[in-house]
């Protein structure tokens, strides 16, 4: 009788210790603000980066990986009060764009992103919008998905002319068109002269890129607060180029959605492909 209790003594401090050891290493993973879900059903994993307070909540990095190991969706997501006590140009503006303020949130990826060629990305937000009037002079932000380090982002300076160091045009979605001007901390702007807002729809949603000194540096997706808010689950194309500078998984498609059991608003790039990049 004396063996057994001192057994099941042992026993049960063994499954206390294992208990703690789990709980401690859940606390250490909520502390650094890294996780990672499973879906069991489509034997999907998805992985979070550090946390960034924003507005009354927090904006986060996620890469959904599948089975095969290959990335399915990439992006940010905001939760619902991250939209809520956003600041404006009466609160101090850090930047600006087109003259007009912006406020700027840095977040770092998770590890499994290195299979794409983002090294980082910024949430831009303009309470103002920008130039040109009638068409981005709304509330909206801007989610640049960098391929250069921040240290050479931050080293961009302004420019007012057409900047004269840019990408081979084979490196350029057709049939994308370089906008005057470098803004500074971000680069050279590339617009689709076919988007809607520029045959006179109201701007909801576009897609942008940008580069510096011969490099395309940035993939953006620029979005409305209000079509976010709107939580609208429509797919979009990116347009890609026929050639690639860096190699790695780039995706065709976005899509701003709403995850109700989360509460949060979804901002991703799906439907990746591999594309190798030129000597």
């Given at each position: 009788?004396?063996?057994?209790?001192?057994?099941?003594?042992?026993?049960?401090?063994?499954?206390?210790?294992?208990?703690?050891?789990?709980?401690?290493?859940?606390?250490?993973?909520?502390?650094?603000?890294?996780?990672?879900?499973?879906?069991?059903?489509?034997?999907?994993?998805?992985?979070?980066?550090?946390?960034?307070?924003?507005?009354?909540?927090?904006?986060?990095?996620?890469?959904?990986?599948?089975?095969?190991?290959?990335?399915?969706?990439?992006?940010?997501?905001?939760?619902?009060?991250?939209?809520?006590?956003?600041?404006?140009?009466q609160e101090g503006h850090q930047h600006k764009i087109?003259?007009?303020?912006?406020?700027?949130?840095?977040?770092?990826?998770?590890?499994?992103?290195?299979?794409?060629?983002?090294?980082?990305?910024?949430?831009?937000?303009?309470?103002?919008?920008?130039?040109?009037?009638?068409?981005?002079?709304?509330?909206?932000?801007?989610?640049?998905?960098?391929?250069?380090?921040?240290?050479?982002?931050?080293?961009?300076?302004?420019?007012?002319?057409?900047?004269?160091?840019?990408?081979?045009?084979?490196?350029?979605?057709?049939?994308?068109?370089?906008?005057?001007?470098?803004?500074?901390?971000?680069?050279?702007?590339?617009?689709?002269?076919?988007?809607?807002?520029?045959?006179?729809?109201?701007?909801?949603?576009?897609?942008?890129?940008?580069?510096?000194?011969?490099?395309?540096?940035?993939?953006?997706?620029?979005?409305?607060?209000?079509?976010?808010?709107?939580?609208?689950?429509?797919?979009?194309?990116?347009?890609?180029?026929?050639?690639?500078?860096?190699?790695?998984?780039?995706?065709?498609?976005?899509?701003?959605?709403y995850n109700p059991s989360r509460k949060e608003y979804?901002?991703?790039?799906?439907?990746?492909?591999?594309?190798?990049?030129?000597?």
């Open positions: 009788m004396k063996t057994f209790k001192k057994s099941t003594l042992t026993l049960m401090v063994i499954k206390s210790l294992i208990i703690l050891l789990v709980a401690s290493s859940c606390e250490i993973m909520r502390e650094e603000n890294f996780s990672v879900e499973k879906d069991k059903k489509s034997k999907e994993s998805t992985f979070y980066g550090p946390a960034v307070p924003m507005g009354n909540g927090k904006a986060q990095t996620f890469i959904t990986i599948n089975s095969g190991g290959k990335p399915s969706a990439m992006g940010v997501a905001l939760s619902e009060k991250a939209l809520e006590s956003l600041p404006t140009d087109n003259h007009e303020p912006y406020f700027e949130y840095i977040l770092q990826f998770p590890k499994q992103a290195e299979m794409t060629p983002y090294k980082f990305m910024t949430i831009d937000w303009a309470p103002q919008g920008h130039k040109p009037e009638g068409i981005y002079d709304l509330p909206h932000f801007d989610f640049h998905f960098y391929m250069i380090s921040n240290e050479e982002r931050l080293s961009i300076t302004p420019l007012e002319e057409m900047d004269p160091e840019i990408p081979l045009a084979k490196y350029i979605p057709s049939p994308y068109i370089q906008l005057p001007g470098r803004v500074p901390h971000m680069g050279v702007h590339w617009i689709n002269p076919l988007s809607p807002e520029l045959a006179g729809e109201t701007f909801t949603r576009t897609f942008i890129y940008g580069t510096y000194k011969e490099k395309v540096a940035f993939m953006e997706p620029m979005i409305t607060l209000d079509y976010i808010k709107s939580k609208p689950s429509h797919l979009d194309e990116i347009p890609l180029p026929t050639h690639f500078q860096v190699y790695g998984f780039y995706p065709s498609k976005y899509r701003v959605s979804l901002i991703m790039l799906t439907d990746f492909s591999f594309k190798m990049a030129d000597e």
